[in-house]
């Protein structure tokens, strides 16, 4: 079906314009970007969306946010608008309008403090929108800082670019986008962060922007991509991402851009405290401010005149500089008021009418990436190089863990074979299975960089989340390997534990795995609260625990009955962890018995099972079983955590929408959109 072409020519209301001697000002107008804009704006009126694109239309959409009382507090006010294919959609306004939030809400990845009311369709379809049905370049940049451009944009590459792609032809793509953001000088250059100087602000920003655009993506959100950029090197971004635009939609918040860059916008979305002040042809604005009696200066870039005229974050230092100048709350109030009665509002709303009317394509999980084979090889090869560059990950960890073997093996030195090397011998095996392995809580904070990386390119669709699980563990055990032999052979051999290799490799198997289970468990609290701090306290705190109800501090017969007994002692990794390192280390011992009282000899059997209390009807080779499966459990756990965030997040987002009928009104300041139906906030 073709799509039907109108002559778009928007028209104000001018009895919205107010009687104000602002207005005898005379009008300036950018009149070359309005002939420009209006070519462009000739498509308007198409509504066909059984064409290839994305139609997105957005329909009285509130964004509400609780205030902590009982009342709450709106961030968006009935917003409608749309986007459409072969389209950029510019949102603009003073910081803190609500853009990212309008951006957030519109990708379906608002925070779940919010409440968020409207329809959003896809293609005149309900459907959600994050994990791989459009590409966000959220404001913030998330990369992997220890990544050298070439690197971070070459891995993405083949991880997104699907295997019908060659290695040489992925290569070139990546390449190429390096070039059209104008990175070609610094692809050497590591991207840096957390203290580590790497790339500046605006080169960043223009690597996230790579990342995203690399497979083309239907539908790009950009929030705000030109931040950081001089004006030149945001007039080449935005007009990149314009080239790309030919049956794509792209929806870009944006805060200063040059008259040159402004001319690349198809529409213009402007907003002023959540409120749309206006949306329409990006250069029919300026008539609509001139309209209303706020005429673009001459010589002044309009969408700096623009975002003058609409701020009221400053109006006390105004005040006291123009006296006579009008409030901007009533400034704005007076656009918006003009925008809801033009001609231009009811065209909007009709546009977006027929385009929700018409269900076309659902819009299809990501675009084809690599397969699940080269996802997980490409990931894990990413990940070990990220661990090796990253100090903080394992090398600072080595580090320390020989300085604490070093420690061990002098206090412990020789430990010999007397009646008192029992006692000795038992705490030395139960630091090195509880507080060593403890110690891998260190490497939190990295871990935590991690999953906020694979968040986002989990929201973008680049891989699945099973090939990030895989990864994560396959490429920590070589590292995890050096960490525990290394320590561990020191320890081991300074202390002049049971001789014999056999044994020493059972004593670094039992370590490491140790290693691996607290660092999967580590992971899943990453899973669960990606803050740092809160993260480090609850590990500490659950590992605190287990150590407790382990079977060594109170013995296992001595354990209270409820919680520590049954069920902990025998979900706790410690338990098996003491047990294996016991057997392997007594059993086939002889002790000379306590002087004062018992037998003169004491064989290492009777140890185990009179002082330890050691569980005897199976080998230490089970007990290392017994660790390894559940190293196998604790990242199928992980794995079901980043999935089922994944459906349940979506689905709590639609628990909070709640209808509007079901809700009472609190806002902010109610006289400034008269002509909205009942807002739904509770
Ligand atoms: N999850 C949230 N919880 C509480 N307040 C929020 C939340 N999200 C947004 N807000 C508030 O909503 C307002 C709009 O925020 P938003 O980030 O959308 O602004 P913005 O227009 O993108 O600003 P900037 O240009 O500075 O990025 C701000 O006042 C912000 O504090
Ligand atoms: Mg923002």
Redesign the pocket.
Known sequence: MQPQVNNYQPSFNPTSMPNNSEMMIPLEVETTSIANNRATSAVADRTDTGSDGVFLTWEDLW?T?S?GRKSS?P?LQGLTGYARPGELLAIM????????????ALAGR??S??RQNGDILINGRKQTLAYGTSAYVT?DDLLITTLTVREAVYYSAQLQLPNSMSMSEKRERAEMIIRDMGLQDSVNTRIGGWGVKGLSGGQKRRVSICIEILTGPKLLFL??PTSGLDSAASYYVMSRIAGQKEGRTIIA?I?QPSSEVFGLFTNLFL?SS?RTVYFGPAGAANEFFALNGFPCPMLQNPSDHFLKTINKDFDQDIEQGLRNKKPTEEVINTLVKSYQSSTSYQDIQRQVAQISKQEGEVLEKNRSHASFLTQCIVLTRRSFVNMFRDLGYYWLRLAIYVTLAFGLGTIFYNVGSSYGSIQARGSMLMFVASFLTFMTIGGFPSFVEDMKVFERERLNGHYSSGAFVIANALSAMPYLIVVSLIPGAITYYLTGLQQGFEHFMYFASVLFTCMMLVESLMMIVAGIVPNFLMGIILGAGIQGLMILGGGFFRLPKDLPKPFWRYPLYDITFHKYAYQGLFKNEFIGLVFPGDEARGPKILKGEDVLRNMYQVEFGYSKWVNLAILLGMVFLYRLLFFVIVTSVEKVKPAIRAFMSVPPKQTKQVMMNPSTTPEHKEPSIV
């Open positions: 964004v946010v205030d507090r961030i306004g003073p910081s803190g309008c609500g853009k990212s939030t309008l951006l957030d608002l925070d403090n919010t404001q929030d705000e918040s805060h907003l959540g």
